[in-house]
């Protein structure tokens, strides 16, 4: 019966840890390894007697508890983050960094929205009436706050 009872709350205890660490939301999977270290504990007491139930549920406590610190201090948390580094950044548009009349070149397909080179600087542009190509030359014709409208050139012969 102890096998029962320890592989009960060892089952639970693990399925716990995999919800709080790996298991995205929900919580129905610590709820089901609540539930089976309830059971474990349960049948301790049920089967084993008084004294016997209450050192396991010690047991069963001291375990979760050095269990979570462990995994929460441990390089846990640097092993299942994100090394990847966000370098997007808004269009910030300095005052004659970009006029209505430059002109410049795509470096990524304008769809509507994409990269282009203008005054040797990249930038966000977005293209106001159809799909642009890369390597196209366009030409800028609004700016709405760090919105850059542009065409191609050839739409404005």
Known sequence: MWTVILTLIGVGLLIVLLEILVIPGGGVAGIIGFGLMVTG?????????????????????VVNIAALVLALRSKTWDRAMLKT???????????????????????????????????????????????????????????????IIIKTKSELQ
């Open 41 to 61: 504990v349960y049948l301790a007491f049920e089967r084993q007697g008084t004294t016997s139930g209450v050192l396991v549920l010690a047991g069963t406590v």
């Open 85 to 147: 580094k966000i370098d997007g950044r808004v269009n910030t548009i300095e005052d004659d960094a970009v006029n209505i009349g430059d002109t410049g070149k795509t470096v990524s397909r304008c769809a509507p929205s994409g990269k282009a080179l203008i005054n040797n600087e990249y930038y966000e542009v977005h293209a106001r009436t159809e799909f642009i190509n890369e390597n196209e030359l366009i030409e800028v014709i609004r700016i709405e706050g760090n919105k």
